[in-house]
């Protein structure tokens, strides 16, 4: 059985939850046991180091929330594990948009207490609410089976009247629009403007109907081909930046701090292999991290990669927080690009298929 310590310790979070069974009192315990702040750096994690399984996660918790809080889903209790990562996954497609096309500043300028009608869902988080609610439509008909065999013992219901309250997808769109949505706009919104932006919202999801059609006619459902493109596509994206830095650290002249003793002047940094041109030390770290990647002839996993991309922003953060004497601003600047994904890009990553249809809630 999973343990929220191995959890803790785990490398790779999301290999971790996907070789585990998390049934709905595991469930209960990453949603109630941890504290706000651990739930939200782990979600942070399983996001930025999501690959192609990461859809395959997403299905296997939705099913253990599901089995723990009922139609309620992610929006019953206080906290809950899923809703963190799915806020998470929301806000990092968020901020590759113009700020003109963000839910939050389009639903704060919208002058109905209503979704705006001209946001559009982002690809990757209309295929992951796409997963979320076929997950839903087969605890209806689950709960459906259930009901019928119930009643057709007590003779209440014949054959014919099964189509009851399908209540985990009827409810499924108001579920993320609180928890997922609401907050968003609830965490960017100034403190003095609080009280008017609730009320907005409040009539916003007053009608979970209305917020059904508003998921249906807004959110493009891409077919199961999509996953295998986009994250293709997101690890070659990754794959770049990685060499664009290596390129970066091995072709440029680095200026270095020095030690005047006075009986001669020591140069600072280091020489990477091979290579005459000294280079800062974190910058050599940075290096040797890529060189050994290399190393393993493409024996890795996409989690390495994105492991390894993760490993070079560390070493990029220390340099910062803790600079070596001399540091100089080309090199400090080259630390914030690294931090700052400059190399890794913010555009949304394009998918392009004839096939679409449209979610149906």
């Not at 008017?196 to 006619?217: C, D, M, N, P």
């Amino acid at each position: 059985m999973p343990t929220i310590q191995e959890l803790r310790a785990a490398k790779n979070k999301t290999t971790y939850l996907l070789e585990q069974e998390i049934d709905s009192g595991f469930y209960s315990e990453l949603s109630n046991s941890l504290d706000k702040n651990e739930r939200i750096k782990l979600a942070k994690e399983i996001v930025r180091h999501r690959d192609s399984s990461f859809p395959t996660l997403i299905t296997k918790l939705s099913e253990a929330c599901f089995k723990d809080k009922g139609p309620e889903f992610i929006r019953k209790g206080a906290s809950d594990f899923l809703a963190n990562i799915l806020i998470e996954l929301v806000k990092e497609a968020e901020l590759k948009k113009d700020e003109r096309q963000q839910f939050v500043k389009l639903f704060t300028q919208n002058k109905e207490a209503s979704y705006p009608e001209n946001y559009q869902f982002p690809p990757e988080v209309a295929y992951i609410f796409s997963k979320i609610h076929k997950v839903a439509t087969s605890f209806d008909k689950k709960n459906g089976k259930e009901r019928l065999v119930s009643s057709s013992d007590l003779g209440e219901v014949s054959e014919d009247k099964t189509d009851q309250e399908d209540a985990y997808s009827a409810k499924l769109a108001s579920n993320l629009a609180n928890k997922v949505f609401n907050v968003m706009v609830l965490d960017a919104t100034p403190e003095e403007d609080l009280q008017r932006i609730s009320l907005k919202l409040q009539g916003a999801v007053a009608s979970e109907e209305k917020l059904s059609t508003y998921f249906r006619e807004h959110i493009p459902a891409y077919p199961p081909s999509f996953a295998d493109g986009y994250y293709l596509q997101r690890m070659l994206k990754y794959d770049t930046a990685i060499d664009q830095i290596e390129e970066k650290i091995a072709n440029s002249a680095w200026k270095l701090g020095g030690f005047d003793f006075g009986f001669g002047f020591f140069q600072g940094g280091v020489k990477l292999d091979g290579v005459q041109n000294r280079v800062p030390h974190r910058v050599a770290k940075m290096y040797q991290l890529i060189s050994e990647f290399r190393d393993k002839k493409g024996q890795y996993s996409e989690q390495d990669t994105y492991q390894l991309y993760v490993d070079i922003q560390k070493c990029a953060q220390e340099a910062l927080e803790n600079p070596r004497r001399g540091q100089k601003q080309s090199t400090k600047e080259f630390y914030n690009d690294v931090l700052n994904d400059v190399y890794l890009g913010t555009g949304e990553f394009e998918v392009e298929d004839d096939e679409r249809a449209r979610l149906v809630y």
